[in-house]
T-cell receptor, first 113, second 111 residues
């Protein structure tokens, strides 16, 4: 069964900590995406990548960075976590042409205290 | 970025009732997709539509790709408790390598 795996389901971090959220896909997909989901705000795109070592800003990149050193892995980094980054984070991947849709991971619920 | 208007934002229905939700866009989409997100999980693809006018069913779910290519709807017949969740529409504008998502419809099924 094809999968997008996010390393943690739940995380609790302190304000100011550097936080790494990891995402791995086993479908040889070219495209990978990071979203955050907050009640009433839908899915908001943080960063995306179409290739190894390539990254593009989404709609809300402030306070985040990403890394894609290997095709299957896309990491989201919170350089200095803040309480307003408490959210559900979703990773997704797709083929070069996403007409078949994205495959999402199960999400990481991050709480910053 | 581009916007998809999804309505309604939330629905409370009785078990056994039918449900309808829709998405509209100001621009043309080449692909329409419908996802369901169970509580605490990531969205899962339900139905994909690729041609204007296409009507596709998946069990109790039926979705249509609007003739104008600017809208799509999803119907759920005879709702059951496990239909609870957030339903998202998504579209691919032109040959874009990204999908545009609607804001979601939160469905609650009352016993």
């Amino acid at each position: 069964d094809v999968k997008v795996t996010q390393s943690s389901r739940y995380l609790v971090k302190r304000t100011g900590e550097k936080v790494f959220l990891e995402c791995v896909q086993d479908m040889d997909h070219e495209n990978m995406f990071w979203y955050r989901q907050d009640p009433g705000l839908g899915l908001r795109l943080i960063y995306f990548s179409y290739d190894v070592k390539m990254k593009e800003k989404g709609d809300i990149p402030e306070g985040y960075s990403v890394s894609r050193e290997k095709k299957e892995r896309f990491s989201l980094i919170l350089e200095s976590a803040s309480t307003n980054q408490t959210s559900m984070y979703l990773c997704a991947s797709s083929l070069w042409d996403p007409l078949g849709g994205y495959t999402f991971g199960s999400g990481t619920r991050l709480t910053v205290v | 970025g581009q916007q998809l208007n999804q309505s309604p934002q939330s629905m409370f229905i009785q078990e056994g009732e039918d449900v309808s939700m829709n998405c509209t866009s100001s621009s043309i989409f080449n692909t329409w997709l419908w996802y369901k997100q169970d509580p605490g999980e990531g969205p899962v693809l339900l139905i994909a539509l690729y041609k204007a006018g296409e009507l596709t069913s998946n069990g109790r779910l039926t979705a249509q790709f609007g003739i104008t290519r600017k809208d799509s709807f999803l119907n759920i017949s005879a709702s059951i408790p496990s239909d609870v969740g957030i339903y998202f529409c998504a579209g691919q504008p032109g040959s874009a390598r990204q999908l545009t998502f609607g804001s979601g419809t939160q469905l609650t099924v009352l016993p």
